[in-house]
């Protein structure tokens, strides 16, 4: 691997992370919101809103005037595959517990990610790649047994991984459509095409906690923070770094999300969670290290 592209994939590596950081404020911020937020609204308004907030930075750099055509299956994929992970992933959430449902959500992406990264472009995941996945993955599992009360429901349990195999398809098709498209430009795109996908459901749902101050602003930071800022992060590191790669690092969301309940929600963080923790950190810290040094050869494009 040339020095050159080391540099790019660790600078790819650090935005993606980052993106993954600002995502763990989210399960902090539902918390805050008013009475009545139930999960599927506050997710539709953080799509709604983030899309909305993607397209005026889109326009406001002029990305969408850069873009040429746009290939109709690939975008309609990376649209629908965003507006099901919304949809599986609360669906997940409502049945088998916020815990269980976001940790076998977010922790089964990044092996669906490897595997669908090598079946349509041949990416092949390396040792180091197995080693941080393997090790943020248990983590992950540590932090659901931490819980006080785990519900277990297999219904839930497959519509959460129905979320993260959804989340590796956008992963993957999203990397196709960067390749010669501004990174502004396709998160517009793709995320208000799921708007619109899953339209009927935003007009079905109860929205008036929207009318409270408080409630205003759990959605300015949703839309703004965790998918405007965020998913302009990860699809500028997306462009430099392999899906799979970019699926692990994402599991610093649940390591942020972690962190922050115990210091601004106040929850009591257990021995099982401070292992799952240590763990996703490790794995985290596997790949940002491999990235920071030219030796590693961490995958092989074919």
Same mark, same amino acid.
């Given at each position: ?7 790019s994939?660790? &600078?790819?590596t650090w935005?993606?992370?980052?993106a993954?950081?600002?995502? *763990?404020?989210t399960?902090?911020?539902q918390?805050?919101?008013p009475p *009545?937020?139930?999960?599927?609204s506050v997710?539709?308004? &953080? ?8 397209l ?5 750099r002029g990305?969408? &005037?850069?873009?040429?055509?746009w ?27 916020v815990?269980v449902g976001t940790i076998v *959500?977010?922790?089964?992406?990044p092996?669906?990610?490897g595997?669908i990264?090598f079946?349509?472009?041949g990416? %092949?995941?390396?040792?180091t ?8 993955v248990?983590?992950?599992?540590l ?11 297999p219904? *839930?349990?497959?519509l ?13 098709v ?6 010669? %498209?501004?990174?502004q430009?396709v998160?517009?795109?793709t ?7 899953i339209?009927?459901l935003i007009?079905?749902i109860d929205l008036?906690w ?9 959605a300015?930071?949703?839309?703004l923070?965790t998918?405007g800022?965020?998913y302009s992060l990860?699809?500028?590191?997306l462009?430099?770094?392999?899906v799979?790669?970019?699926a ?20 009591k ?6 292992v799952g923790?240590t763990l996703i ?9 491999a990235?920071?040094n030219?030796?590693?050869r961490?995958? %092989?494009v %074919?």
């Open positions: 691997m040339h020095l050159s592209a080391q540099s994939q660790g &600078r790819g935005l993606v992370l980052a993954a950081i600002l995502w *763990g404020t399960g902090t911020a918390a805050l919101a *009545g937020a139930q999960p599927a997710g539709a308004v &953080r799509l709604l809103f983030g899309g909305l907030i993607l005026v930075i889109a326009l406001l990305a969408l &005037r850069r873009t040429g055509r290939p109709l299956v690939t975008t309609l994929i990376a649209g629908a595959s965003m507006a099901a992970y919304q949809m599986l992933f609360f669906a997940g959430v409502a049945r088998t517990g815990a *959500g977010i922790g089964s992406s092996i669906l990610a595997v990264g079946l349509v472009r990416e %092949r995941p390396g040792k790649w197995a080693v941080a996945t393997a090790l943020s248990t983590g992950c599992g932090l659901i047994t931490a819980g006080e009360s785990i519900q277990i429901d219904g *839930g349990i497959l959460a991984i129905g979320a993260g195999a959804a989340y590796a398809v956008f992963t993957v999203s990397k196709g459509l960067l390749q010669e %498209r501004d990174p430009a998160m517009a795109v995320f208000n095409l799921g708007t619109i996908l339209l009927p007009l079905s008036s929207l009318l409270t101050p408080g409630g205003m602003a759990v300015v930071h949703l839309g923070i998918v800022f965020a990860f699809a500028q590191g462009k430099l770094v392999p799979a790669t970019a692990t690092l994402t599991l610093a969301e649940p390591l942020t999300a972690g962190f922050l309940g115990v210091v601004v929600l106040g929850e963080l257990t021995l099982a969670a401070a923790i950190f490790s794995g985290l810290a596997v790949l940002t290290t990235y920071g030219w030796r590693f961490v995958f %092989r %074919r």
